[in-house]
């Protein structure tokens, strides 16, 4: 949006989806673009056979499934105000936790993140008719949910548990993951992948949805969780032992192979023999060389090998190598004969511990997870908290290693996003995996502050709230950390990120025209209102996080304090962005600001004083620069 005065204006909304899948199409498809509409039957001949026209085909609906794209498609304008007083290591750390209402935030995150988040791990509800889910009306704007705070609104509404006798059980849980599930999509990176817990509530459905959302061609796997050792007294058929976790990519095609560090239980068992390439390769194990009924023949890999003792060794059927690689191998040692208890000799490859460039191989991850169980998770509250009634039901925080492990590189700077983050164990993994690998792994948490029962041991300890439990668990699991190395005469995790940011959902520090009609002097009112268009209760700090997002940086990005002419201004990383909240600008100002050489900068337009002399000669300043200029 431009103002009258030719300068453009900072966009407050979160992404347009639809104006960014529009744009997406256009590169595309340009040529069914007329006007700026598109061109549906253009689009059907570019695409030829593959449009589907029979009207009875395979699809999956539910009541309020075209609502939910209407809600995906309204952009949030709400921001995310810094809390300090809440946070460890404010000014450092890259983890976030962000405490509102998901939909809204993620809103918020599709302009600083899109394309950015390496995995995603979520433990939605799972609509067993029991637990809080989220307001029965799912596409709720911002302003109501700021009024949400006690579970109930104007009008006396409470948040819903959406028992299973109602007629749309299934509907309004879907109606509630749809959204969040699109546009956390966006959030991820091509080769990202996103695990979800869930039960045999909503298994199929969410399957369904993850199909739609992802593509089926990007399902991975359906991971099976042994969740508890037995029991069962109470079930009244078979005893359940197990929930699921869904795993899917953005991408199947740019998603690298799998693979997970070994156990050292693992390592103890199975590599146990040691041979001349001991101090460089480590330890061996072996396998039989022979090839399985499952390979196809192959007449040139059936030869003689020659054993120890100088005999012929023939393979049953074939061999799993050639002639030429058996050679090789032999001659650098790398396989085994062996005996049977009928003297015979046998073939085997050895595989060291270590590849050859001294790294221990990883190893494939199964899909079943057992030996972490539900009681793990309760043991980790009594262990941090002192009792388990603080919160119930948490999964394990090892529970995630592996799928930390799968998703994410000790060596990189991976983001990991939990939107459901509940106790907050997301954090607690990625903290402790950290320390173990001397990873930089990241966390976004997200989390509803939804309220505490009064009578709950969580509320008569002080938490208020599930948002207030989980900002403390990771307070707990960080001084954790922290005395643990205090022995350490030399301690490796000198560059561990041991601290989170908190952000919290509000509404806008800008007063925004809601197009509302109203009568003379309801219009009398708002005009007044808007005459200071800035919210009197926001900080300095508030409005530079909210023009940080709405820009498309992120809420870690470095911020450095400059004094340029006596005036403070923000530099965002290293000077890419300049942001300015003085309310007296001057030429002199300005200039300096062009003088760093940024790539863009912003000004309150309250600034100017409707100064429009000086506005032209800001224009003409940045331009002579090539330096993209708004106000707010």
């Not at 307070?475 to 190395?485: G, L, N, T």
Request: negative net charge; contains cysteine.
């Amino acid at each position: 949006m431009v103002n009258n005065d030719g300068i453009e204006k900072v966009d407050l909304a979160s992404l347009d989806v639809a104006e960014d899948k529009k744009q997406q199409l256009k590169q595309l498809f340009p040529s069914v673009f007329s006007e700026g509409k598109l061109d549906v039957d253009k689009l059907k001949l570019e695409l030829g056979d593959i449009i589907e026209t029979d009207r009875e085909r395979f699809q999956f609906t539910w009541a309020g499934k075209s609502e939910c794209l209407k809600v995906i498609q309204q952009p949030s304008i709400g921001t995310l105000k810094p809390c300090k007083e809440e946070s460890v290591d404010f000014d450092k750390t890259e983890n976030l936790f962000i405490e509102g209402d998901n939909l809204e935030v993620l809103k918020l995150l599709q302009k600083s993140y899109y394309g950015k988040v390496k995995m995603i791990y979520i433990d939605p509800p799972y609509n067993t008719g029991k637990e809080f889910i989220y307001p029965d009306n799912y596409s709720e704007s911002l302003d109501t949910y700021l009024k949400y705070t006690g579970q109930v609104d104007n009008e006396g509404r409470k948040f819903s548990t959406n028992t299973d006798s109602e007629g749309r059980f299934h509907s309004k849980w879907l109606n509630m993951m749809y959204p969040r599930l699109y546009l956390a999509k966006n959030l991820l990176k091509d080769d990202g992948v996103i695990f979800i817990s869930i039960d045999d509530n909503e298994v199929a459905n969410l399957r369904k949805i993850c199909d739609e959302i992802f593509g089926e061609e990007n399902f991975v796997e359906n991971i099976i969780w042994k969740k508890r050792y037995g029991g069962g007294a109470k079930e009244k058929f078979l005893v359940s032992l197990h929930e699921y976790i869904l795993c899917y990519t953005k991408n199947i095609d740019l998603l690298s192979p799998l693979f997970i560090p070994q156990t050292k239980e693992s390592i103890e068992r199975y590599y146990t023999q040691k041979d001349e390439n001991y101090e460089k390769m480590g330890a061996y194990r072996t396998h039989p060389l022979e090839a399985t009924k499952s390979m196809g023949d192959r007449p040139n890999l059936v030869f003689p090998i020659n054993a120890p003792d100088g005999s012929s060794i023939m393979p049953k059927r074939q061999w799993l190598w050639s002639k030429e690689r058996v050679a090789e191998e032999i001659q650098h040692g790398a396989i085994a004969f062996l005996r049977d208890k009928n003297n015979n000799w046998s073939v085997h490859s050895k595989q060291y511990l270590k590849d050859d460039s001294g790294n221990i191989r990883q190893s494939k991850a199964f899909s079943i997870i057992d030996e972490v169980y539900s009681q793990h998770g309760t043991n980790e509250i009594i262990d941090l908290f002192g009792q388990a009634q603080t919160f119930s039901f948490p999964k394990p925080s090892k529970l995630l290693h592996p799928f930390l492990n799968l998703g994410t590189s000790s060596e990189e700077p991976d983001i990991i996003l939990d939107f459901f983050s509940g106790s907050a164990t997301t954090a607690h993994a990625v903290l402790d995996l950290n320390k173990q690998d001397n990873g930089t792994r990241k966390f976004i948490l997200v989390q509803l502050p939804e309220p505490c029962d009064e009578a709950s041991d969580a509320f008569k300890a002080g938490y208020k709230t599930i948002a207030d439990i989980g900002k403390e668990r990771i307070r707990r699991v960080i001084k954790k950390i922290k005395d643990e190395d205090k022995d350490k005469l030399l301690p490796d995790n000198n560059d561990l990120d041991l601290g989170f940011k908190v952000l919290k959902l509000d509404k806008s520090n800008f007063k925004l025209w809601d197009n509302q009609v109203v009568d003379v002097d309801g219009l009398k009112q708002k005009l007044d209102l808007f005459i200071e268009h800035i919210d009197a209760t926001s900080t300095q700090e508030d409005i530079l996080y909210e023009l940080l997002m709405k820009s498309g940086f992120s809420p870690t990005s470095k911020i450095e304090q400059l004094e340029l002419t006596g005036k403070k201004v923000f530099s965002i990383e290293e000077g890419l962005l300049l942001i300015c909240l003085e309310d007296n600008i001057t030429k002199e100002l300005i200039t300096a600001m062009a003088e760093t050489n940024p790539t863009r900068v912003i000004c309150l337009d309250s600034g100017f004083h409707n100064n429009d002399q000086l506005k032209t000669n800001v224009v003409q300043i940045m331009k002579s620069k090539d330096i993209e200029f708004r106000t707010v």
